[in-house]
């Protein structure tokens, strides 16, 4: 990976919080429970994809959701969510990791080419307390090898997934 740069950020569009993020029960919005990561000491949830959906079926999740893709930020104590970012069906962002109570990383992909044989991989490190963002890059890889990433990242899905089902109390 090299980085491209580092700029300041600030988010597409902030909007007042209207969903349940509470909603902890095994019938509650399974996609927000697996990619809704809460910062360390809780403030802050970092909303990998606002438009996935993740469904079990039988051993395996189903994955999908609009073709758009949409990190936010939730802020518990204002009640505010902001989006971080905002693409179409050529990008999408798969993955983030609590750094610290005030950074983070966001991990995504977009196409390379006007075809989708080839993919790009992004990292994205977000400091709230100074509002920038570094952003770094991978090497461009094939179609194929794309499939392996989401391979594993759909198994790292379903690990978040079994981890969140065997701690919470069924009802």
Do not use: M, N
């Given at each position: 990976m090299w980085a491209t740069g580092q700029r300041r950020w600030k988010p597409v569009y902030v909007r007042k919080l209207e969903r349940d993020i509470d909603d902890q029960s095994i019938d509650g919005e399974i996609a927000f429970q697996v990619l809704g990561l809460p910062s360390?000491?809780?403030?802050?949830?970092?909303?990998?994809?606002?438009?996935?959906?993740?469904?079990?079926?039988?051993?395996?999740?189903?994955?999908?959701?609009?073709?758009?893709?949409?990190?936010?930020?939730?802020?518990?104590?204002?009640?505010?969510?902001?989006?971080?970012?905002?693409?179409?069906?050529?990008?999408?962002?798969?993955?983030?990791?609590?750094?610290?109570?005030?950074?983070?990383?966001?991990?995504?992909?977009r196409d390379a080419d006007d075809f989708g044989q080839w993919k790009q991989g992004s990292l994205s490190i977000y400091s709230l307390q100074d509002s920038s963002v570094v952003t770094y890059e991978t090497r461009v890889v094939s179609a194929d090898d794309y499939a392996r990433y989401v391979g594993a990242w759909k198994a790292w899905l379903m690990t978040r997934y079994r981890d969140l089902r065997g701690s919470r109390p069924q009802t």
């Open positions: 360390p000491e809780g403030r802050y949830v970092l909303d990998v994809d606002w438009y996935q959906s993740i469904q079990p079926q039988g051993d395996t999740l189903e994955v999908g959701g609009e073709p758009d893709s949409q990190p936010t930020l939730i802020d518990r104590r204002t009640r505010l969510e902001a989006i971080l970012e905002a693409c179409g069906t050529s990008c999408g962002f798969h993955w983030g990791k609590w750094l610290s109570p005030t950074s983070f990383a966001l991990g995504g992909w």
